[in-house]
């Protein structure tokens, strides 16, 4: 009897463990952080060590912060595999066939980053590039489809969620419209997330996630009645249809008014 007791002690402190070093592994802590200033003026943003934009500062003052659930989804529909691949921070990354390879092919603390993901015979490129001058940070999203020639192309949906803290306030005013959606305040100051490049895409949207940090179905993203007030995330997608032996990409903006 002790000794099944130590055996299930000794079971629970593995979990523990284990679930620990997951959930270390999917922090959102800044890995790559960029900053620049002009005019008086700074902005900072920041990269987790998967690639994902966990922070945004214009000022001194945080408008996307580590502690939000920010992230993306990559759903690809196909005869040859595919499947959804997501990447949320400490809420979760999965899907992909193993973790991404990230780079700086211009040298360490330098634009752009690079980032690759993996989900056979599937490959997502992003590639990280900022305009300071706007207080933008852009994302492109491209998927390459290595199936050979002849055969159904694949189906591509791309979802970016970014959880807005307009002026560092975790409550706000969120919206949108048919492609592009925001989060506010009384302040006057916004936090904008958009496709600013969609031209190989058939379609693209926005919506808000509401109270994101209880969870939400990454690959069913839910949404939520607007004007919403309150603690929630936005949202803009993209779809496009990706032949054999090509790519396609998107880009994404992320931007502080």
Known sequence: MRSRSLQAVLLLSIMELLFLGLNAHAQNSCTYTFQTSKKGKSFAFCVSSTGNIVEMTANGVKHLSTSGVSGYTVEIQSDFGGGCGFDYGFMGNGGWDGPPSVTQPNGAGTLPIVVVYEMEPYRLTETI?????????????????????????????????????????????????????????QDGVSALLYPSNYVAASS???????????????????????????????????????QPQATKS?????QIF
């Open 204 to 242: 693209a949207g926005a919506g808000v996630v509401a109270n994101p940090k209880a969870g939400f179905n990454f690959c069913s993203i839910p949404d939520a009645a607007t004007p919403y007030s309150g603690d929630g995330a936005v949202y803009a997608n993209t779809f496009f249809v990706v």
């Open 129 to 185: 590039t900022q305009n300071a001058a706007q207080d933008l940070v852009q994302v492109k999203m491209a998927v390459s489809n290595s199936v050979g020639r002849g055969v159904n192309p694949a189906y591509v949906t791309i979802t970016r969620v970014a959880d807005f803290d307009a002026n560092n306030s975790v409550n706000n005013w969120l919206d949108h419209s048919l492609i592009r959606s925001w989060a506010y305040n």
């Open 250 to 254: 998107v880009t994404f903006a992320y």
